[in-house]
Structures are given as structure tokens and as C-alpha cells.
T-cell receptor, first 114, second 114 residues
Framework: AQSVAQPEDQVNVAEGNPLTVKCTYS??????LFWYVQYPNRGLQFLLK??????LVKGSYGFEAEFNKSQTSFHLKKPSALVSDSALYFC????????????FGTGTRLQVFP | DTGVSQNPRHKITKRGQNVTFRCDPI?????LYWYRQTLGQGPEFLTY????????KSRLLSDRFSAERPKGSFSTLEIQRTEQGDSAMYLC????????????FGPGTRLTVT
């Protein structure tokens, strides 16, 4: 079955420290990979995507993610966290063949403390 | 605001009633998606349209659910004979033909079935 796993329900980090939010996937082939962020009472906002090419992709608000094919992972990273980064983060995959649908993980709540 | 809009934002209904939600995609986006998100979970795919054609439906979309996009612009999602298990946030997203990978999400319609 196709699935996305976000093993941490919550990640806590101090402001100014680097952050990592983990994501692994189980999809046949080479899927497209995405990160979205959800703030309270607001819709999902696109952060970044991996389609092909360089395994390190850069996105909005200073976030980046590294695609690792052998580990089937797509971890979200940021060198220096901000309090305003506190939100709910979702990893998603799109199986390449015959579908446009996104399969989402269960989300990771990021809490950045001052 | 030229983003995806959804109406109503909140809907409270009694079990057994029918409800209809509307989604207006970003202008000229030819693809439109519906997802459902329950508390503590990531969004789950329901269905999507390319122009007016409904191309894929999830098994989650029981026969009580129907979606339409009659003129290839706005879409409606109707739930007949609502059940308490239908309580969720219903999200709409759209994407363009020039960049089909990035889905832009609306703020969602929160449905509460009492």
C-alpha cells in the first residue's frame, strides 16, 4: 500500500537552532515529493517539492528538503528556526503514474521556543 | 484575493440532512481536487477534475458523496444523508496546466454533523 510516514507527532526546537522534520514514504517507483505547512485557521501552504534533479531542494521561508532514494526519505530542514515557524507540517507524495492525487502523512507539529 | 475560495467556511447540520459545499479555484486552473481532513490526520484524497471531467474517485467517496464541476470552473461537493462520521474539514485545491505538480489549497469547509 502507498503511504507516507511522519514518525514524530511533535518536534521542539529552540529559536536559532537547526530543525529537521522527518518523512519517509512507501510508494513504488520514483514519486514526486512535497512539503506543506498549515497554520491555525488557514489552508495548507506549499513549501517545496522534489520532482527530479538535485536531491537538495530549496523552498519558501528558508526551508529545504533532502531526497534520499535509498532510504525513501524526504526530510525537511531549516538551518535556523524562527518562532514564527511554529505550525503543522505535512509531507506528501504523488505517485507518478496515472494519478494527480497527493498522499499525505499525519503531520508533525513544530514548536519553536524563544 | 485570487486564491482558492470555499463556501461556507463552517456548516453544522443534523444527521440525515444533505449538505453542499462550493469551491472556486484559482482563475484558469484546470485541475480541481477535493480532500477530507479529520482531526489529527493528514488530508485524504476524495476526487479530482480536469476541466469538467471527473478523472479519479477515492474509495472513500461513498455513494452518498457526489462532486460536480459542470462548466470546468467552480465545483460542488454534496453529501447526502449525513452521518456523524462525515464530520471533518473538507479541503479544495487547484492546479494549473503549466504547473500541475503544485496544488493550491483553500481554507476548507468545516462540517459538524450533530
Amino acid at each position: 500500500a502507498q503511504s507516507v510516514a511522519q514518525p514524530e507527532d511533535q518536534v521542539n526546537v529552540a529559536e536559532g537552532n537547526p530543525l529537521t522534520v522527518k518523512c519517509t514514504y512507501s510508494v513504488s517507483g520514483n514519486p514526486y515529493l512535497f512539503w506543506y505547512v498549515q497554520y491555525p485557521n488557514r489552508g495548507l501552504q506549499f513549501l517545496l517539492k522534489y520532482i527530479t534533479g538535485d536531491n537538495l531542494v530549496k523552498g519558501s521561508y528558508g526551508f529545504e528538503a533532502e531526497f534520499n532514494k535509498s532510504q525513501t526519505s524526504f526530510h525537511l530542514k531549516k538551518p535556523s528556526a524562527l518562532v514564527s515557524d511554529s505550525a503543522l507540517y505535512f509531507c506528501a507524495v504523488r505517485p507518478i503514474y496515472n494519478t494527480d492525487k497527493l498522499i499525505f502523512g499525519t503531520g508533525t507539529r513544530l514548536q519553536v521556543f524563544p | 484575493d485570487t486564491g482558492v475560495s470555499q463556501n461556507p467556511r463552517h456548516k453544522i447540520t443534523k444527521r440525515g440532512q444533505n449538505v453542499t459545499f462550493r469551491c472556486d479555484p484559482i482563475s484558469e486552473h484546470n485541475r480541481l481536487y477535493w480532500y477530507r481532513q479529520t482531526l489529527g490526520q493528514g488530508p485524504e484524497f476524495l476526487t479530482y477534475f480536469q476541466n469538467e471531467a471527473q478523472l479519479e474517485k477515492s474509495r472513500l467517496l461513498s455513494d452518498r458523496f457526489s462532486a460536480e464541476r459542470p462548466k470546468g470552473s467552480f465545483s460542488t461537493l454534496e453529501i447526502q444523508r449525513t452521518e456523524q462520521g462525515d464530520s471533518a474539514m473538507y479541503l479544495c485545491a487547484s492546479s494549473s496546466q503549466s504547473d500541475p505538480y503544485e496544488q493550491y489549497f483553500g481554507p476548507g469547509t468545516r462540517l459538524t454533523v450533530t
